[in-house]
């Protein structure tokens, strides 16, 4: 198994692309920002063209931030103000030229506010449509969401992924019998024991009803096999120590090379599970393809 230093090396590459993808961005818009001011400077003071102003501001707060998208703000009010003192060819600071900046200047930052704190709001919904609201975990659309990034990255680097596919043997007793608050009870506590056992580089998620899976990437089929086994025999201790009378049937496809595409991986592994379902429950099974 990787060290965690070396797990860590894939996240802060890329995260050290983001922030040069962001930095791009910001020095294109700074030179953006100038080519207005030299536009609004050209086009004299008989043709208003503010709102070109707005078309930076908008793409740095969007996509890097607040902090930067008021930098910005700050710099097309200076460009405002700038080419309105030099196409008056006076260098003094009337109270006039102050005022028209300073109003420039706020309503820049009230576009860069509003703008900042929808784009939060968006990814803050974005981010909640891919949560499992029970668990806490990510649900179908958040595991083929991340899922697919991770594989994409295999198949370019031609590196293994592993499906566990986990289904919680007798959960329709616990419902029928303890109700569906101890239900959701033992949803939780599956879901927080697979994350408690699993790398921060897996990904787990809950895909409906009592049916979980698991994705890892970059190890060997030893390693996996040791993984998702650590992961069962904590399952059944945590619902052994709450009298809870289930057990988990596991299928785990092993691919050496990256399927199609990642619902063919999942099915694979669905079907593995089954093949445990149907030899008599609560065991794992490991194909490896």
Request: net charge positive.
């Amino acid at each position: 198994m990787k060290s965690p230093k070396k797990r860590n090396r894939g996240i802060c590459m890329e995260r050290k692309k983001l922030i040069e993808n962001k930095y791009l961005v910001f020095i294109v818009n700074l030179l953006i920002v100038g080519l207005i001011g030299l536009f609004d400077f050209q086009t004299g003071n008989e043709l208003n063209i503010t709102i070109l102003y707005l078309i930076p501001i908008c793409i740095v707060t969007w996509f890097i931030g607040d902090v930067s998208g008021m930098i910005i703000a700050d710099l097309c009010a200076g460009a405002y103000l700038a080419s309105d003192l030099i196409n008056r060819q006076t260098g003094k600071l009337s109270l006039v030229y102050i005022w028209n900046a300073v109003m420039f200047l706020v309503f820049f930052s009230v576009l860069v506010v509003i703008l900042a704190r929808l784009k939060k709001t968006l990814d803050r919904e974005k981010n909640h449509a891919r949560v499992d609201f029970l668990t806490g975990i990510l649900n179908l659309k958040g595991f083929y969401d991340y899922g697919l990034r991770e594989s994409e990255k295999c198949k370019r680097y031609g590196r293994p992924i592993a499906i566990a596919y986990i289904d919680c043997d007798n959960f329709k007793q616990i419902n029928d019998t303890l109700g569906h608050h101890t239900g959701d009870k033992l949803l939780k506590t599956i879901a927080e024991t697979m994350v408690d056992n699993l790398r921060n580089t897996d990904i787990a998620a809950r895909l409906g009803g009592d049916e979980f899976a698991i994705m890892i990437t970059e190890i060997g089929p030893d390693a996996v096999k040791s993984i998702i086994e650590r992961v069962r025999k904590n399952l059944l201790s945590a619902v052994k120590h709450k009298s809870w009378k289930v057990t988990f049937s596991v299928g785990v496809v092993i691919f050496n090379q990256v399927p199609d595409t990642l619902e063919d991986a999942v099915k694979k592994a669905d079907e593995v599970m089954y093949k445990v379902k149907k030899n008599g429950k609560n065991s794992m099974m490991v194909e490896i393809v």
